[in-house]
């Protein structure tokens, strides 16, 4: 068999497995969709803390504030805001959203008072490293890329569609709750970042 079919095969088998487990892509929405303000889901619902591999690369160590080489905790991530994107590489909502959540994380760098204090990461519902790692090599990601291939992660999020995009604060006492929780494109980027600046009382 051919490295053509082996491919074709091992495509369809994965678009059968996302169907199985209802991972399908999100339904598109329409621009005036997008740009909807979303409202924080509650001040007192805590994020599932989960296990995540070590870093691939001494970047990602240092963009995420870590100092171990082995697995760590999403609580043990240095930031005041974490954006956690579940996507899937297979998704063509999530391909075409790529590059706009570069732009956000570009936008995020290079804003004086959420530099440093807002983290990006994606999470691979379904997807194996390998998987992972040609999505971020495809589409340039700048921020760092996680395999969930046993989808046990995304099911303690609660997700059902991808991409889908989860805001966390980790407040000073050492607790966390889930600011946003939403399905589909972020919208406009900057309605993005003045609707953080409000909802993280950064401003």
């Given at each position: 068999?051919?490295?053509?079919?082996?491919?074709?095969?091992?495509?369809?088998?994965?678009?059968?497995?996302l169907i199985h487990f209802g991972f399908a892509a999100a339904v598109e929405r329409t621009e005036s969709e997008s740009e909807i303000t979303y409202a924080p889901i509650g001040k007192n619902?805590?994020?599932?803390?989960?296990?995540?591999?070590?870093?691939?690369?001494?970047?990602?160590?240092?963009?995420?504030?870590?100092?171990?080489?082995?697995?760590?905790?999403?609580?043990?991530?240095?930031?005041?805001?974490?954006?956690i994107e579940?996507?899937?590489?297979?998704?063509?909502?999530?391909q075409r959203e790529?590059?706009?959540?570069?732009?956000?994380?570009?936008?995020?760098?290079?804003?004086?008072?959420?530099?440093?204090?807002?983290?990006?990461?994606?999470?691979?519902?379904g997807n194996s490293l390998f998987e992972v790692d040609l999505f971020k090599k495809k589409y340039d990601v700048p921020f760092p890329l996680f395999s969930d291939k046993d989808l046990s992660i995304t099911r303690l999020l609660e997700v059902t569609e991808t991409p889908t995009f989860i805001g966390v604060r980790f407040n000073k006492d050492?607790?966390?709750?889930?600011?946003?929780?939403?399905?589909?494109?972020?919208?406009?980027?900057?309605?993005?970042?003045?609707?953080m600046l409000q909802w993280f009382e950064l401003s």
């Amino acid at each position: 068999m051919d490295k053509l079919k082996k491919r074709i095969i091992f495509t369809a088998l994965t678009s059968v497995m996302l169907i199985h487990f209802g991972f399908a892509a999100a339904v598109e929405r329409t621009e005036s969709e997008s740009e909807i303000t979303y409202a924080p889901i509650g001040k007192n619902t805590a994020l599932p803390v989960f296990e995540l591999p070590k870093p691939q690369n001494e970047k990602e160590k240092r963009y995420l504030g870590l100092f171990i080489n082995e697995k760590f905790k999403s609580t043990q991530i240095k930031t005041q805001i974490l954006i956690i994107e579940v996507f899937n590489m297979y998704c063509p909502h999530c391909q075409r959203e790529a590059p706009r959540v570069n732009e956000l994380y570009c936008a995020i760098d290079e804003h004086t008072r959420l530099k440093d204090k807002v983290k990006i990461i994606g999470i691979g519902a379904g997807n194996s490293l390998f998987e992972v790692d040609l999505f971020k090599k495809k589409y340039d990601v700048p921020f760092p890329l996680f395999s969930d291939k046993d989808l046990s992660i995304t099911r303690l999020l609660e997700v059902t569609e991808t991409p889908t995009f989860i805001g966390v604060r980790f407040n000073k006492d050492g607790s966390h709750q889930k600011l946003f929780f939403k399905s589909g494109g972020f919208g406009n980027i900057a309605q993005f970042l003045a609707q953080m600046l409000q909802w993280f009382e950064l401003s």
